[in-house]
């Protein structure tokens, strides 16, 4: 299994139809678990689709439709009723947290783990959490209402050891970080080993970004640009254009656009309008585009970079 997972939990727009539930997803990356958005239902789906809850720490909302986050409180309450005791960190509009508390305070409900809560704004580009392996940055979305997308990328890995020179050249075991980091090697002679001699290159560092909802904006093209997939909400077909733009919303041949411009490896399109029961349609239309499109149906899993 490769070490970067995306499982569409839920693809829908505003309401629950034909068998889709509102915007949901679940990255996995290495020991890193995260929650793109939480629409009705969501912990459905993560019981459907045999996801452990116990190793969600970090869930990121990215604005305050609520389709993009009322299945969020009776997440937390599970986790609860679950005895959860780590800590859990959400990453939300500052809106949200009146709503967790208020919610926390009316039904007696406080939560037994720790929540901290991590507002943020819609100024630009912010870097909302890193560790030691991913860094997650903001990205600016053009909605109805605040609206951030996020864009999830792995930092630089160390280079990789060739056991072969290590013995060659009598490196000792606590000088090896040192020279995965980049550094030369002085040997007992006085000799020194450039590390190109003694490493090789890492496996390529990936990226993901998410853009929940959007009408259709070329300034999100250097957001995106080069990253190996790219999940681009698609509510409506070309044909009601007009209404995507008034609803600010794209269609999926705009979102095949911005993948396109921004030269990613592959685009995901998803946020579907209810009055579309097939969705053939909306793929062969940013197909058209975008050949290495594809759709977010629930269940699926996205491997990144796309195999």
Known sequence: MAEYTLTILGSNSAVPAHDRYPTAQFLKHKQSSFLIDCGEGTQFQLNKYHIKRGNLNHIFISHMHGDHYFGLVGLLNSFKLNNRQHELHIYGPPELDAIIRLQADYTDAQWPYPIFFHPHSFEGVEVLMENDSIRVHSIPLKHKIPCNGFLFR????????VASSMEKYGVHHEEILAIKKGGDFVAASGEVIANALLTEDSSPSYSYAYCSDTMYDEDLVQYV??????????TFKSDSEDKALLRFHSTARQAALIAKAANVGQLIIGHYSAKYKKLDELLT?????????????????FDIPAC
């Open 154 to 161: 792995e930092k630089p890995k160390l280079r990789k050891i």
């Open 285 to 301: 239309e940013a197909r058209e585009i975008f050949p290495n499109t594809e759709l977010a149906l629930e269940g699926k899993v």
């Open 225 to 234: 640009q080069g990253v190996d997939v790219l999940y681009h909400e698609a």
